[in-house]
């Protein structure tokens, strides 16, 4: 018969075997370095992310400030450079302004560029501005240099701020040389002008004005 002693004892035995202290350490390090790298894995998909949401942002932001320069300036039936106070109440020209009329002014101290339109009362209203403005070149000539007279003007701008750099040209379509109402302003532009404004520029007091184009009715026989 079995010794029912030993039988116990063989089941009461505990392996003696375990890490050793190098391997611990091996251990902790080993999962360190996993740990370290999961959260490094992990900060770089959240930079990317955000770093693609900000560029998505920006995008949306200069093509929509893009967008609304060509539209507003596409709709100038006639246009020109002058000092902005002498279309303002009581100014030399103040009694051409037209409700929607609209002008482009640069403000040298607060570094920004303003659309503003006028309302049914002739009073200038903000309708966009552009802020941290360090440069702007704006040329209107007409589109033919060769052939003026009852052809369009067009315009190229490049507006440059800390952030972007709007830029484009556009064809002033509804705009005609030689016709009797660009007389009625300031000047009748048939001549390439450029509008520098930026820190220091003898052209910073001058405004860009335009009046829109006026629906007609059209006459039947």
Not at 99 to 119: L, W
Not at 180 to 187: L, P, R
């Amino acid at each position: 018969m079995m010794n029912l002693k030993n039988i116990l004892s063989k089941y009461k035995k505990h392996s003696k075997k375990g890490f050793t202290l190098v391997e611990l350490i091996v251990v902790v390090a080993l999962l360190s370095i996993t740990a370290g790298a999961t959260v490094t894995v992990f900060l770089m998909v959240h930079q990317v992310t955000r770093d693609a949401s900000e560029i998505t942002v920006n995008q949306y932001q200069t093509t929509q400030t893009e967008r609304f320069i060509r539209n507003e300036f596409q709709t100038a039936s006639n246009i020109d450079v002058a000092a902005g106070a002498d279309f303002a109440s009581g100014g030399i020209f103040s009694s051409a302004v037209k409700e929607d009329d609209e002008y482009v002014m640069y403000d040298a101290t607060r570094k920004t560029v303003v659309f503003v339109r006028a309302d049914s009362s002739k009073v200038f209203r903000s309708l966009m501005t552009i802020e941290n403005v360090t440069d702007v070149s704006i040329t209107i000539q007409p589109l033919d240099l060769n052939d003026k007279v009852g052809k369009p003007y067009k315009l190229f701008y490049k507006i440059t701020t800390k952030q972007y750099e709007y830029s484009g040209g556009i064809v002033l379509g509804n705009t005609c040389i030689g016709n009797a109402k660009d007389k009625s302003m300031s000047m009748a532009l048939t001549d390439t002008r450029t509008v520098e404004w930026k820190t220091g520029s003898a052209d910073n007091g001058t405004v860009i004005y335009f009046h829109r184009e006026e629906t007609r009715s059209v006459s039947t026989p």
